[in-house]
């Protein structure tokens, strides 16, 4: 137990890290193909410079549609700069929604993997106890979210090792009849407290099994409470007496 706990904390943590490096890397590439775009574009005032330079260069010109000529080019330097201004601001304004959305995509491509691995986790182990809790006075223990009774011997044993298991622990037979009848372990038969753990199985593992797998459904019968495409049977070779094969 411990070893699965220290190597899963390591694993989350690494997990966060690359997620960070991601992240980080997403934005300094995003940040400086925007700052790139956005060098290499021409000076919004360039071409009001260049219609400058026509003016000086050319003191002939001073027909007035040559003129005239000349102020729309001024006026059209000045549209092309304004033009350019917006261009900048568009361009900002994707360059932070792709990374808005590079690093959104980052991030749930990593949930999902993480998902995926607790997932075939839960497989490969069963049930997952997220919670135990314990009443003594209902003679009751939540696994989860789901309750099962229990006898007031199985209580005290299930309590038992809790207890050790909180300390990390582990208790023998002797041990286990000797905190629960309050007598010395030397006293105590190994066989006794072995009795108390095989009656705690057959009593939670019953109840869990009839939660889980083998449904009671009131004056119907009882079923199994699984997916029909995940069940097979080998080396069956007849179908029972009473059973239709419904495909």
Known sequence: MPVTSISATEARRAGTRI???????????LMAAGAGLLLTLPDGNAFNARV?????????????????LL????????AFSEVLVSYRVVIFVLLVFATALLVA???????LVTLNRRMAQIERAGIQVNSLLISREENMV???TMGFKLTEA??????VLA???MDDEMMTGAQIEAVISGRDAADCDEAAGATRIKRLRDGLGNQIVSELL???ITRRGYMLAIDKSVIALVGAAEARPGLSNSG
């Open 142 to 144: 939540y696994l989860n």
């Open 19 to 29: 997620v960070v490096f991601g992240i980080a890397a997403i934005v300094a590439l």
């Open 214 to 216: 083998v449904k009671n």
């Open 71 to 78: 102020e729309i080019l001024a006026q059209s330097g000045t």
């Open 154 to 159: 199985m209580i005290e044993t299930l309590t």
């Open 52 to 68: 400058e330079r026509i003016f000086v260069e050319n003191d002939t010109l001073t027909a007035p549609s040559e003129v005239r």
């Open 105 to 111: 995509a980052l991030v749930f491509l990593v949930m």
């Open 163 to 165: 207890e050790a298991r």
